[in-house]
T-cell receptor, first 117, second 116 residues
Framework: AQKVTQAQTEISVVEKEDVTLDCVYE???????LFWYKQPPSGELVFLIR??????QNEISGRYSWNFQKSTSSFNFTITASQVVDSAVYFC??????????????FGGGTRVLVKP | GAVVSQHPSWVICKSGTSVKIECRSL??????MFWYRQFPKQSLMLMAT?????????EQGVEKDKFLINHASLTLSTLTVTSAHPEDSSFYIC????????????FGEGSWLTVV
């Protein structure tokens, strides 16, 4: 069975500080996808990144960066120079490779990030 | 812009009535959509997988007769909460696979349901 653990339930930082969100996953599959989503107070889920299990290159997109380490089954997310607009709940999710039943996402519990001015 | 659209964004209904939530894929066909439920300050819980032209696949513990899912076309899946009760009040959100390999998953805007 798949499992995603986000150990940090809530993180509070002051604007311009960096914040790293941890994500640890468990799966028996050798091929899988990892995702990060942002959920602002309005509720919608905003897609941030998808990474497949064969691509361990770290990725940077603006102030966002992701560190995928297969050896430790972790896919951590860092927001650099945080801003108030970054305040949201962030979810890490895991999906098996496309199967007949369709991709089901297994979500972590989410980490609430509060960025104070 | 949004690739998956959900309607209504919020709805209030009386106990005992039924309410329908729509999930539409915009500009693409979605043979499979997913319905999730989220309680306040909790993670998303997969309720069911909606398959176009066939019966939905429900997760363990989800009442099929309570949460009716219909995926009659390649761009529309509906979730009907039947005989709603206050404990059904929740945030419901759908998703669909997008992209050439079908492994990018986008979500609708979500629907807040309040049963009074």
């Amino acid at each position: 069975a798949q499992k995603v653990t986000q150990a940090q339930t809530e993180i509070s930082v002051v604007e311009k500080e960096d914040v790293t969100l941890d994500c640890v996953y468990e799966t028996r599959d050798t091929t899988y996808y990892l995702f990060w989503y942002k959920q602002p107070p309005s509720g919608e889920l905003v897609f941030l990144i998808r990474r497949n299990s064969f691509d361990e290159q770290n990725e940077i997109s603006g102030r966002y960066s992701w560190n995928f380490q297969k050896s430790t089954s972790s896919f951590n997310f860092t927001i650099t120079a945080s801003q108030v607009v970054d305040s949201a709940v962030y979810f890490c999710a895991l999906s098996e490779v496309l199967k007949a039943a369709g991709n089901k996402l297994t979500f972590g519990g989410g980490t609430r990030v509060l960025v104070k001015p | 812009g949004a690739v998956v659209s959900q309607h209504p964004s919020w709805v209030i209904c009386k106990s005992g009535t039924s309410v329908k939530i729509e999930c539409r894929s915009l500009d693409f066909q979605a043979t499979t959509m997913f319905w999730y439920r989220q309680f306040p300050k909790q993670s998303l819980m997969l309720m069911a997988t909606s398959n176009e032209g066939s019966k939905a696949t429900y997760e363990q513990g989800v009442e099929k007769d309570k949460f009716l899912i219909n995926h009659a076309s390649l761009t529309l899946s509906t979730l009907t909460v039947t005989s709603a009760h206050p404990e059904d009040s929740s945030f419901y959100i759908c998703s669909a696979r997008v992209g050439p390999d079908g492994n990018t998953i986008y979500f609708g805007e979500g629907s807040w349901l309040t049963v009074v």
